[in-house]
């Protein structure tokens, strides 16, 4: 049979491009039988329309997948979300992970941290060290980080509003490493819009987050290059109980608003539209979800061809970390949660995940205990090392109904982001709460379902059982909390003050005027310029966001 | 509906800087549906202002929602601040993820009725009529 001339295209392109960049994990991947196993499996016959809306890996419109030869040359990166207390007991954790064969690390701040209070402030009581990380200032991220090489491991870290805080420490702790910027790797989040409609960690209004997150995106342009600097996430919508096709209307609805900001800023598109990266959930119907990363992918490439003019391949390639669902995990019956991440798990893997976090069994209790993480983590070794999924590239391609759920699921999703952008937009979207309704209205009729017994939840509405919930769980000790507090009044004895005061009068007038903050923010935590401190300068200036109900 | 709803006005309310609200806004809802006022607070109130609105809104329940573990020291925050605006009298019950072990010392320190993850919104419902009978 002829080759498609795509195919041959692909082939001496794409393909050879990568296969010389780097090899394949193995020279021959063959099953059981000594059989080889097909690198890409096609359609006999290769059409228009396969052209058009499937294509080849590592190729416009990616809906395949983003690389030429995907987890045959390189396997997902692992990445456990993970910290809790203080900070050197959050270090021993993530060497632990490490040690574990875990291939990145994903710090978890506590809430004071991720809406930029210090643990003395009285809106931190009670939730110190909780359900995060305590980070007060630079002395803190430099015990975080203690022994763990930033030139070696990549690091991916769930903040958002007080982003460049966070980030400027974590240059300032590799510099102390003598890690230059320009080695860094991992990945902020640094997605606020989300935070308004779904997880609440917001603190200044829409117009200066947006300006704070174009300064990151300038910032790292220049000084890290290898840095993602945003992730945009529908995990959090979706666990507010948004739908698959609201996941990713609302997700790239966002991501169009960063784009859109940065332009208006001056950027030009394909110096940093490379640089983001997405985050999205894994839920339970595992069809439907393959289909929603594979939609999500193709859409996102015609969004940036076609609306941004993106010309770049790496500007148009939707890359995402995923995570299973948290909202499906249930406190009965715990162990049966192994099986539903694992079920969601395979779902991100078939449908081309870049990196993976997979739940552990008694997140509906607790944060994981480390025996239940390990299980967790294991749980991608086995779907990577012995599943067999990981050796053809995109499995399920071709089937009628995965090819058709993604086509629905596609423009489902396209629709409600041109309502959004009838409707004036998403901020004016949030700010007349209509993101928030769809979601909310989308979670309670899941809710009812359950209630009535249309959908089953087992061990929740079916096949309960009497169970002695002995499972040992990790407690966060309420010390933690005085503990913080007294290391951080010492830290405020100790640091030079009037560095202090002076970089933040500094970072003061920049944030007044139109200066991009970075350099002001870097200044001030290597003055031990507590989170706190940098944040309430902030909020003088920008003022704080309410919800408005 | 045989039961008296008088007293049907109730508080959802979240303290601490937890951003879960899809539980909170599911109880709110449900409640709503099944004859009762409600007033939701919306994310991060502190115990003091969870106290003043229960106060000056006159409600019959308080309902508290955490899940990023705070909830010993916020639910029990709750309460004092209750006694000492002489408001103890106002019912408060409690959900989010609570371990088990948690439950005892919440209800000494006095939260009525704790809910965990799984529970039917109709024994929620049916404790909030219970309370407001009270």
Known sequence: MQKHPKQKEWEENELKKSLSRSPERKERFLNHGGQEITRLALPQVMDDDYIHNLGFPGQYPFTRGVQPTMYRGRLWTMRQYAGFSTAAESNKRYRYLLD??????????????????????????????????????????????????????????????????????????????????EQLRGTIQNDVLKEYVARGTYIFPPTPSLRLITNIFQWCSDHMPAFNTISVSGYHIREAGSTAVQEVAFTLANACVYIQSALEAGLEIDT??????????????LLEEVAKFRAARRLWARIMKERFGAKKPASQMLRFHTQTAGNTLTAQQIDNNIVRVTLQALSAVLGGTQSLHTNSRDEALTLPTEDSVRIALRTQQIIAHESGVVNTIDPLAG??????????????????????????????????GFIQQEIEDASYNYQKEVESGDRIVVGVNAFQMKEDRTTPLLRVDPAVEQEQVKNLSRLKKDRDS???????????????????LMPFILEAVKTYATLG????????????????? | MSRDMKKKRVLIAKPGLDGHDRGAKIIARALRDDGFEV??????????????????????????????????????????ELKRMSAEDIPVLGGGIIPDEDIPPLKNAGIAAIFGPGTPISDILEAFHKACEK
């Open chain 1, 399 to 432: 089937s009628y109904y995965i090819e058709s759920l993604t086509d629905r699921i596609e423009e489902q999703a396209q629709a409600l982001i041109k309502k959004i952008d009838e409707l004036g937009g998403v901020i004016a979207c949030i700010e007349q």
């Open chain 1, 100 to 181: 574990q064969g875990t291939t990145g690390l994903s710090i978890a701040f506590d809430l004071p941290t991720q809406i930029g209070y210090d643990s003395d402030d009285p809106m931190s009581m009670g939730e110190v060290g909780k359900v995060g990380v305590t980070i007060d200032s630079l002395a803190d991220m430099e015990t975080l980080f203690h022994e763990i090489p930033l030139d070696k491991v990549s690091t991916s870290m769930t903040i958002n509003s007080p982003a460049a805080v966070l980030l400027a420490m974590y240059v300032a702790v590799a510099e102390k490493q003598g890690v230059a910027a």
């Open chain 1, 533 to 549: 401190e940098i944040c309430n300068i902030l909020r003088e200036i920008f003022g704080e966001y309410r919800d408005r109900r």
């Open chain 1, 498 to 516: 009037r560095a202090v005061q002076s970089s933040l009068d500094q970072l003061k007038r920049a944030a007044q005027g139109s200066d991009n």
């Open chain 2, 39 to 80: 007033i939701y607070t919306g994310i991060r109130q502190t115990p003091g202002e969870i106290a003043s609105v229960a106060i000056q809104e006159d409600v019959a329940v308080i309902g508290l929602s955490s899940l990023s573990g705070g909830h010993m020291r916020l639910f029990t925050a709750v309460i004092d």
């Open chain 1, 272 to 285: 940093f539209a490379g640089r983001l990266a997405f985050f999205f959930n894994a839920s339970s119907d």
